[in-house]
């Protein structure tokens, strides 16, 4: 199963984050701060990027549903004149071709769901990075300032200074909250699966029957 969007991006922003204090560890607290936000800007060109292929999914979702409608649409015209010729083996069939493409409308509906979600998602999340990005970097321009102020302080303070710190640990858990979005999908069982195909079996037998039945009913009105 492929990595969730979110958990690539959490992930990606967590390491660079992390690379980012490791690279910085005998820098300035400016420079810590400025990569920080650099990280920030990487991680919102990502984000575009996942959300452009979720808008990509769901237009190709849409188009599958109009394409499997009108295939079931034709496979429904096949079984009618398949029953008028007396042939209700291949009405059967044709029955169950239909069920295929309408069980394919509802997947590609999911699909249009599940990627209309996730641009949703996306969208969020890179108002959350942008409204972060403003506040850190409200919160180098303070410490620049500070550090203006305090010219006599030594670089070993600054750096030092817990303010910094406390700054990209707070962007962390703003990701944190921001992506901490995970699931799971369980597997069905080969019970499930006989009872899935038991209750297609008796679908098409109802289905050719009604319409044994309409065509009858048809016939005795022209009668």
Do not use: C
Not at 49 to 54: G, I, L, S, T, V
Not at 83 to 106: N, P, V, Y
Not at 176 to 204: F, H, Y
Request: charge should be neutral.
């Amino acid at each position: 199963m492929a990595e969730p969007f979110y958990m690539r991006a959490k992930r990606v922003v967590s390491a660079g984050i992390e690379s980012a204090l490791d690279q910085a560890e005998r820098a300035s607290g400016t420079s810590l701060m400025r990569e920080a936000i650099r990280e920030v800007d990487r991680a919102m060109d990502k984000v575009r990027r996942e959300q452009e292929d979720a808008t990509d999914r769901q237009n190709q979702a849409v188009g599958q549903q109009k394409l499997s409608a009108q295939r079931a649409e034709e496979w429904g015209g096949k079984i009618l004149f398949t029953l008028e010729k007396g042939r209700e083996d291949l009405a059967e069939a044709a029955i169950m071709q239909q069920m295929d493409f309408e069980a394919k409308i509802k997947h590609f509906k999911n699909l249009e769901a599940s990627a209309k979600m996730d641009v949703s998602r996306l969208n969020r999340l890179l108002e959350e990075l942008a409204a972060r990005k403003t506040a850190m970097e409200d919160e180098l321009a303070e410490f620049e300032k500070m550090m203006s102020e305090n010219k006599a302080a030594s670089d070993e303070h600054m750096t030092s200074d817990p303010g910094v710190e406390q700054k990209i640990k707070r962007a962390e858990e703003t990701f944190d909250r921001t992506m901490d979005l995970a699931g799971g999908v369980a597997g069905s069982s080969k019970q499930a699966a006989d009872i899935g195909k038991l209750q297609r079996n008796s679908e098409v037998e109802e289905r050719l029957a009604a319409l044994k039945k309409s065509m009858k009913s048809k016939s005795n009105k022209n009668k």
